[in-house]
């Protein structure tokens, strides 16, 4: 079965230090991942998604995203945190593509904090 | 461009009361449709999805339904509500192939008094 771990619940940066959100999957087979972000009192929006093209994956908001098979890993990174960037945000894997209903199963979220 | 709306943003209900909570989708066509809950600190749960009109799939059993009466119209609905059905509740939208990502609505914040 599929699943997804994030590895911190909570992460703090700096304004214009790097960030880095951990995110580990569990699959069977070659999975679609997605990243997105929520801030308070609003829906998600994605950030990026990986499906098997090209292993690192830029998204929006200078957000980017490794896809590492070996480590089975799909970490994401920002070279420079800014002050909006403080939200949470949900690793995401897809339920097998032979399935029609697309279901998504998430992780339980890192929320990012940025200091000034 | 594909937009998705809920309504309405917010909601306060009385235990007991009925509850009806809509979302729409523009600019597509036979999407996948889901209803997810946000309770704090429980993470995202999904409660229904829909692959067609008619066609609803509950993932919890609970004292939630849900209907499809047209093709991009999403319904939640309870006939009483309980104190553990406050939260965050998010519609959201796929196509039906492939890679799935979902496309999110702004939410309906409910509390259940």
């Known amino acids: 079965a599929q699943s997804v771990t994030q590895l911190d619940s909570h992460v703090s940066v700096s304004e214009g230090t790097p960030v880095l959100l951990r995110c580990n999957y569990s699959?069977?087979?070659?999975?679609?991942l997605f990243w997105y972000v929520q801030h308070p009192n609003k829906g998600l929006q994605l950030l990026l998604k990986?499906?098997?093209?090209?292993?690192l994956v830029k998204g929006i908001n200078g957000f980017e995203a490794e896809f590492k098979k070996s480590e089975t890993s799909f970490h994401l990174t920002k070279p420079s945190a800014h002050m909006s960037d403080a939200a949470e945000y949900f690793c995401?894997?897809?339920?097998?593509?032979?399935?029609?209903?697309?279901?998504?199963?998430f992780g339980k979220g890192t929320k990012l904090s940025v200091k000034p | 461009s594909q937009t998705i709306h809920q309504w309405p943003a917010t909601l306060v209900q009385p235990v007991g009361s009925p509850l009806s909570l809509e979302c729409t989708v523009e600019?597509?066509?036979?999407?996948?449709l889901y209803w997810y809950r946000q309770a704090a600190g429980r993470g995202l749960q999904l409660l229904f999805y829909?692959?067609?009109?008619?066609?609803i799939s509950s993932e919890v059993p609970q004292n939630l339904s849900a209907s499809r009466p047209q093709d991009r119209q999403f319904i939640l609905s309870s006939k009483k509500l309980l104190l553990s059905d406050s939260g965050f509740y998010l519609c959201?939208?796929?196509?039906?192939?492939?890679?799935?990502?979902?496309?999110f609505g702004p939410g309906t914040r409910l509390t259940v008094t």
């Open positions: 959201a939208w796929s196509l039906g192939q492939g890679p799935y990502e979902q496309y």
């Open positions: 990986y499906t098997s093209a090209a292993t």
């Open positions: 600019g597509t066509s036979n999407p996948n």
């Open positions: 699959s069977s087979y070659s999975p679609s």
């Open positions: 995401v894997v897809s339920d097998p593509p032979g399935g029609s209903q697309g279901n998504l199963i």
């Open positions: 829909s692959v067609g009109i008619g066609q």
